[in-house]
């Protein structure tokens, strides 16, 4: 890596509450210049002024709409300003909607893609050029344990993360022939952010994140890890290893298993109004770092989704088994 000689330059974009918030403060706490973008600029006021007392060289709020090319070009712009370039730059806009495919609004599915994938699309067609003029840059997706394992009734949601997955390896390999410039994805496991109730809602039910779920910050600290060792892949939280294991031994089963549960939990939670929640517009209140989702049953299920693991791998063997056994027979 090159050696970092002045305070890096990092724009955060979805810097309002959750990951994009808690990356925000571990930056600034190492004197970064930070370059804060979200669509609600007074929503960003107040974290520039933290970040600030926290000890960050200069902290900026630019309100952006990743989904306009224009608004990220310009943001781009205001960062090189601020800092002479851009040493980081984290693409963690997101958006999600709940809902049965046919039952869900055309214009919802169209903006989760629009803001999960065209969005952070925009961040790299913004960021790339620079890097390549300065010779150096860590371009850092935020995408999900989604991109390993569907989510059925958040279809479009999957979409824009196996997208997003499938978009930074391509762009990974088309700079290969450039050691200082990388590009690094975060998969993290289901983490405390109010995302989940910020997320539109066409089920009108209570939207919860099943345990265990982790701490923002962890996320934020394994990012700005990245900003100083670069690499392509990191996965925060055991779970997400065990979704991606589980989906690569049993995908069809795994995938109906989940929508089963998914339906039985949605048949007895509680009743909610119907939402666009923050896909058209910022929400009403930012809400912070945490959303209120951490539970004490986190190990217990953690336990449970090895055993399911386990299971799966039981049944691929046994089936597999059993398949060469009627092949022999049959050979007879």
């Known amino acids: 890596m090159r050696r970092q000689e002045a305070p890096r330059t990092v724009v955060i974009t979805g ?3 959750g990951i994009g918030e808690a990356t925000a403060y571990a930056f600034a706490r190492q004197g970064a210049r930070l370059v804060l973008a979200a669509r609600d600029g007074d929503a960003l006021d107040p974290i520039v002024r933290r970040c600030r007392s926290l000890g960050a060289r200069d902290a900026l709020a630019v309100p952006t709409d990743v989904t306009s090319i224009d608004s990220v070009m310009e943001l781009a712009a205001r960062a ?4 002479r370039g851009i040493d980081v730059w984290f693409s963690n806009a997101g958006v999600g909607a709940v809902g049965a495919f046919h039952e869900t609004p055309m214009a919802a599915h169209q903006q989760v893609i629009q803001t999960n994938l065209v969005g952070h699309m925009h961040d790299a067609y913004a960021a790339v050029p620079i890097f390549l003029r ?3 840059g860590i371009f850092i997706n935020m995408i999900s344990l989604g991109a390993f394992a569907p989510a ?3 279809t479009a949601y999957s979409a824009s993360k196996y997208g997003l997955s499938g978009f930074s390896a ?5 700079l290969r022939g450039y050691p200082d410039i990388h590009i690094c994805d975060v998969y993290p496991s289901f983490i405390d952010t109010p995302g989940l109730s910020h997320s539109a809602n066409y089920v009108g039910r209570a939207l919860t994140a099943p345990p265990p779920v982790y701490d ?3 996320v934020a600290r394994a990012v700005v890890r990245l900003a ?3 690499r392509p892949t990191t996965v925060v939280g055991s779970f997400a290893h065990l979704a991606r294991l589980g989906h690569a031994l049993a995908p069809e089963l795994g995938t109906r298993l989940l929508a089963m549960i998914i339906e039985a939990y949605f048949r007895r939670a509680e009743r909610v109004p119907v939402t666009d929640g923050n896909l058209f517009a910022p929400p009403r209140k930012p809400g912070g770092i945490d959303g209120g989702l951490r539970s004490p049953t986190a190990r217990y299920t953690a336990v449970l989704a090895a055993a399911l693991v386990a299971g ?3 049944g691929l063997l046994l089936g597999g088994r059993r398949s060469h056994h009627a092949g022999a027979d049959r050979s007879r």
């Open 312 to 314: 799966a791998a039981a």
């Open 170 to 174: 391509a762009l990974r390999g088309e």
């Open 228 to 230: 100083d060792r670069p």
């Open 152 to 154: 059925p009734f958040a």
């Open 15 to 17: 810097a309002t509450s």
């Open 134 to 136: 300065q010779g150096h």
């Open 216 to 218: 923002a910050r962890r």
């Open 80 to 83: 090189r300003a601020i800092g």
